[in-house]
C-alpha cells in the first residue's frame, strides 16, 4: 500500500472516532465527578451551595474562553431503535436492579453506602426525580442540536447557559436558606470537588458534548451515558472497594451490547448517506450531459 494512502486512511479513521474518543473521555469524567460529589455530599457539603458553586466556575472558566476564541460572534434505524432499547434497558438495570452480592465489602464503603435503609416511599420519590433529570438530561441533547444549527458559536454558548444556571441555582439557594453557613466549603474534598465538577464536568465536558452533538446528532452522543455508570461501579470496586453486585454486572452488559447495535446502525446510516449522495451526483452529473448534448 502507497503512504500516500496509508496517510488517507488513518486520517479517515480518526475523523470517524475521535468523537467515539471524546464521548469516552466524557464519561471518564463524569463518572469521578459523580463519585466525588457522593464524596462531599457525605461529608456535609450543602447540596445547593456545591450545584451553585460548580455552575458559578463553569462559568467564569468558559467566558474568558469565549471571548479570545470567538469574540461573542455569532436496516440502519432497526439497528439503532435495537441499541437504544437496550442501553436504556442496561441503565435501568444499573438503576433499579441490585442482585446477589458478587464480592466481598471492604473497610470503607463510600460513606453512607451500607447499612442505610430507604423507605418505599423514599425509593419511589428518588426514582421520580432520577427520570425528571433524565428527561431534561435528554431534551438538552435536541435542544443543543437545533442550537449549534443556529448559533454555532459554542464556547459563548456554553459559558452563558452556565451563567443562567448558576444566577438561577442561587436564586434557588437564596430562597430555600438563608443562612450563611451552607455557603462555608469546610473541607479540601468540598473544594476540589467543586473545582473538578465546575471545570472539568461542566465546563469543559459539556463543551466537548456540545461539540461531539454537532458532529454526530443526539442520538450518538446520549447513547454513551450509561457508560458512566459503568465506570462508577468501576471505579467503586476497584477503589474505593465497594460491593459489586449481579445488577450491576448485568445492566453493565446490556449497556455495551446497546451501545454497540446504536454505534452499528450508524454507521450503516452513514455509508448510506454517502451512496444516496454519490448517486444523486452521478444522476445530475448525467442529466446536465443529456441537457448539454440536446442543446448543440
Known amino acids: 500500500m502507497a503512504p500516500g494512502m496509508l496517510l488517507c486512511g488513518c486520517r479517515g479513521w480518526w475523523r470517524r472516532g475521535r468523537v467515539v474518543a471524546m464521548m469516552l473521555a466524557i464519561d471518564a469524567a463524569f463518572a469521578v465527578m459523580n463519585i466525588m460529589i457522593k464524596k462531599a455530599l457525605d461529608a456535609g457539603t450543602d447540596r445547593l451551595a456545591l450545584i451553585t458553586f460548580r455552575q458559578l466556575v463553569a462559568a467564569v472558566v468558559l467566558l474568558p474562553v469565549a471571548h479570545f476564541r470567538e469574540r461573542f460572534a455569532c436496516a440502519a434505524g432497526i439497528l439503532k431503535a435495537v441499541g437504544a432499547v437496550v442501553c436504556v434497558a442496561g441503565a435501568l438495570v444499573l438503576s433499579l436492579y441490585k442482585g446477589a452480592t458478587l464480592t466481598a465489602a471492604g473497610g470503607d464503603n463510600g460513606g453512607g453506602g451500607a447499612g442505610v435503609s430507604y423507605s418505599s416511599r423514599q425509593r419511589a420519590t428518588a426514582t421520580c426525580t432520577l427520570f ?52 462555608l466549603l469546610k473541607s479540601k474534598l468540598a473544594i476540589a470537588t467543586v473545582l473538578y465538577s465546575g471545570v472539568v464536568g461542566s465546563g469543559v465536558g459539556f463543551l466537548a458534548m456540545s461539540w461531539c452533538v454537532e458532529q454526530r446528532g443526539p442520538l450518538f452522543a446520549s447513547a454513551f451515558t450509561p457508560l458512566t455508570q459503568i465506570l462508577v461501579a468501576v471505579i467503586d470496586t476497584s477503589l474505593l472497594h465497594t460491593q459489586l453486585y449481579l445488577g450491576s454486572v448485568l445492566g453493565s452488559a446490556l449497556v455495551i451490547a446497546g451501545l454497540y447495535f446504536l454505534l452499528w446502525g450508524k454507521s450503516k446510516d452513514g455509508d448510506q448517506t454517502h451512496k444516496c449522495e454519490a448517486n444523486s451526483k452521478e444522476s445530475n452529473e448525467e442529466e446536465n450531459k443529456q441537457q448539454q448534448q440536446q442543446t448543440v
Not at 154 to 165: D, N, V
Open 132 to 183: 425528571a433529570a433524565c428527561l431534561c438530561y435528554a431534551s438538552w441533547f435536541l435542544v443543543q442540536s437545533k442550537v449549534g444549527q443556529k448559533y454555532p458559536a459554542i464556547y459563548s454558548g456554553a459559558a452563558l447557559t452556565f451563567l443562567i444556571s448558576f444566577l438561577q441555582a442561587a436564586a434557588l439557594s437564596l430562597a430555600l436558606q438563608r443562612g450563611f453557613s451552607m455557603w
